[in-house]
C-alpha cells in the first residue's frame, strides 16, 4: 500500500467515526467539582448475558489535548449499552489549551478519582449493573489512561496516585493504546503528545515512572490490547513494545492485530472492527 493510499484511507476512516451524531447518556454524575470530573452513564439496552450487566468504564482519546472530549466516543458507548452492558464514560481534564497534550498532575488526579467513585455511583445510578463485574476500555490517549488506572497498585510508593489494592477489575481492553510513552515519544505519536502529557523535556524521565503503563507491571490483571496493523496515528509497534515489556515482567497480555484496520475502526460503531473489539470485552464481562 502506498503512503497516498493509507494516508487516504485513514482519512476516510477518521471521517466514518465523526460522522455519527453524539448520543445522549441517560445519566451524567459528577466525582469531583471542575466541569471536565463528569462520568456519562448508558443503561443496557439489552439483556446481554446471564444476571446482573457487567460495567465497562470507557476512557476517550484525543491525545489529553482539548478538543476532544467524550462526545465523540458516545457512540461507540452506544453501542456497548445497546449489547448489554453498562457502561460509565469518563470525561477528565485535558490540556490547558487546544495544542498541549494533557495537564499534570491533574489528567492522572482526574482518572484516578474517578475510578474511585465509580463503583458507589454505578449502585446509585445504575441499579440494574454489578460493578464487580467491571471491564476498563479506552482509546489511543484513554487506552493509555486504561492501562495506567489499572496499574495504580504498582506505582511507586509515596505516588498520590496510589492504591492499596488491585482494583476490582474483570480486564483492560486497551484499544490502539499509547500504551509505553518512551516509544511513543520516538515515534512522535500526535505531536509529541507523550511528552507534553509529562511536561516537556524538563520531567519527562522523572514521570515516566509515574505515568508510563509499560514501566508499571505486572499488574496482575487480565489485559488485551487491540490493534489495526495499518494504524498510522499509534502505530503497532507501540503495543508490542507494551506487550514485550509485561513478557519480560512475567506477565502474559494479548494482543489482537485486525488487518486492514487503523486507528479509528475500532471505536466506529459502522466498522467491523468495533463487533471485534466488543466481543474481546464480553469475553472477560461476562
Same mark, same amino acid.
Not at 458507589?120 to 490517549?141: E, F, I, K, Y
Not at 507494551?242 to 519480560?248: G, I, T
Given at each position: 500500500?502506498?503512503?497516498?493510499?493509507?494516508? +487516504?484511507?485513514?482519512?476516510?476512516?477518521?471521517?466514518?467515526?465523526?460522522?455519527? #451524531?453524539?448520543?445522549?447518556?441517560? #445519566?451524567?454524575?459528577?466525582?469531583?467539582?471542575?466541569?471536565?470530573?463528569?462520568?456519562?452513564? %448508558?443503561?443496557?439496552?439489552? !439483556?446481554?448475558?446471564? @444476571?446482573?450487566?457487567?460495567?465497562?468504564?470507557?476512557?476517550?482519546?484525543?491525545? $489529553?489535548?482539548?478538543?476532544?472530549?467524550?462526545?465523540?466516543?458516545?457512540? %461507540?458507548?452506544?453501542?456497548?449499552?445497546?449489547?448489554?452492558? /453498562?457502561?460509565?464514560?469518563?470525561?477528565?481534564?485535558?490540556?490547558?489549551?487546544?495544542?498541549?497534550?494533557?495537564? $499534570?498532575?491533574?489528567?492522572?488526579?482526574?482518572?484516578?478519582? !474517578?475510578?474511585? +467513585?465509580?463503583?458507589?455511583?454505578?449502585?446509585?445510578?445504575?441499579?440494574? #449493573?454489578?460493578?464487580?463485574?467491571? =471491564?476498563?476500555?479506552?482509546?489511543? !490517549?484513554?487506552?493509555?489512561?486504561?492501562?495506567?488506572?489499572?496499574?495504580?497498585?504498582?506505582?511507586?510508593?509515596?505516588? *498520590?496516585?496510589?492504591? @492499596?489494592? *488491585?482494583?476490582?477489575?474483570?480486564?483492560?481492553?486497551?484499544?490502539?493504546?499509547? /500504551?509505553?510513552? +518512551?516509544?511513543?515519544?520516538?515515534?512522535?505519536?500526535?505531536?509529541?503528545?507523550?511528552?507534553?502529557?509529562?511536561? @516537556?523535556?524538563?520531567?519527562? +524521565?522523572?514521570?515516566?515512572?509515574?505515568?508510563?503503563? !509499560?514501566?508499571?507491571?505486572?499488574?496482575?490483571? #487480565?489485559?488485551?490490547?487491540?490493534?489495526?496493523?495499518?494504524?498510522?496515528?499509534? *502505530?503497532?509497534?507501540?503495543?508490542?513494545?507494551?506487550?514485550?515489556?509485561?513478557?519480560?515482567?512475567?506477565?502474559?497480555? @494479548? =494482543?489482537?492485530?485486525?488487518?486492514?484496520?487503523?486507528?479509528?475502526?475500532?471505536?466506529? *460503531?459502522?466498522?467491523?472492527?468495533?463487533?471485534?473489539?466488543?466481543?474481546?470485552?464480553?469475553?472477560?464481562? $461476562?
Amino acid at each position: 500500500m502506498t503512503d497516498d493510499v493509507a494516508a +487516504a484511507r485513514a482519512a476516510a476512516e477518521e471521517e466514518s467515526v465523526f460522522s455519527h #451524531a453524539p448520543v445522549d447518556p441517560d #445519566a451524567t454524575a459528577a466525582y469531583g467539582d471542575h466541569p471536565d470530573q463528569v462520568i456519562d452513564f %448508558f443503561a443496557p439496552r439489552r !439483556a446481554g448475558g446471564p @444476571g446482573p450487566a457487567p460495567v465497562v468504564v470507557v476512557l476517550h482519546g484525543g491525545a $489529553w489535548r482539548a478538543p476532544y472530549d467524550r462526545r465523540h466516543i458516545s457512540p %461507540f458507548a452506544d453501542f456497548l449499552a445497546r449489547r448489554g452492558f /453498562a457502561v460509565a464514560s469518563i470525561e477528565y481534564r485535558r490540556g490547558g489549551d487546544d495544542s498541549l497534550a494533557g495537564r $499534570w498532575p491533574d489528567t492522572f488526579d482526574d482518572i484516578a478519582a !474517578a475510578l474511585d +467513585a465509580l463503583p458507589a455511583l454505578v449502585r446509585q445510578v445504575l441499579p440494574q #449493573a454489578d460493578p464487580r463485574r467491571t =471491564v476498563l476500555t479506552g482509546h489511543s !490517549a484513554g487506552g493509555h489512561l486504561a492501562l495506567w488506572g489499572a496499574s495504580r497498585h504498582v506505582l511507586p510508593a509515596g505516588s *498520590p496516585w496510589r492504591s @492499596g489494592g *488491585p482494583v476490582t477489575l474483570r480486564g483492560v481492553v486497551a484499544l490502539a493504546p499509547i /500504551a509505553d510513552l +518512551a516509544i511513543a515519544d520516538k515515534l512522535d505519536v500526535c505531536g509529541g503528545a507523550a511528552r507534553q502529557l509529562l511536561g @516537556g523535556d524538563e520531567h519527562f +524521565a522523572e514521570r515516566q515512572l509515574y505515568a508510563d503503563p !509499560a514501566l508499571l507491571l505486572p499488574t496482575g490483571i #487480565a489485559t488485551t490490547l487491540v490493534q489495526g496493523r495499518t494504524d498510522l496515528d499509534v *502505530p503497532q509497534a507501540v503495543a508490542e513494545s507494551y506487550a514485550e515489556a509485561a513478557a519480560k515482567a512475567g506477565e502474559m497480555v @494479548g =494482543v489482537t492485530l485486525l488487518e486492514d484496520v487503523g486507528h479509528f475502526p475500532l471505536i466506529d *460503531p459502522a466498522a467491523d472492527a468495533c463487533a471485534v473489539v466488543v466481543e474481546e470485552i464480553a469475553q472477560l464481562a $461476562w
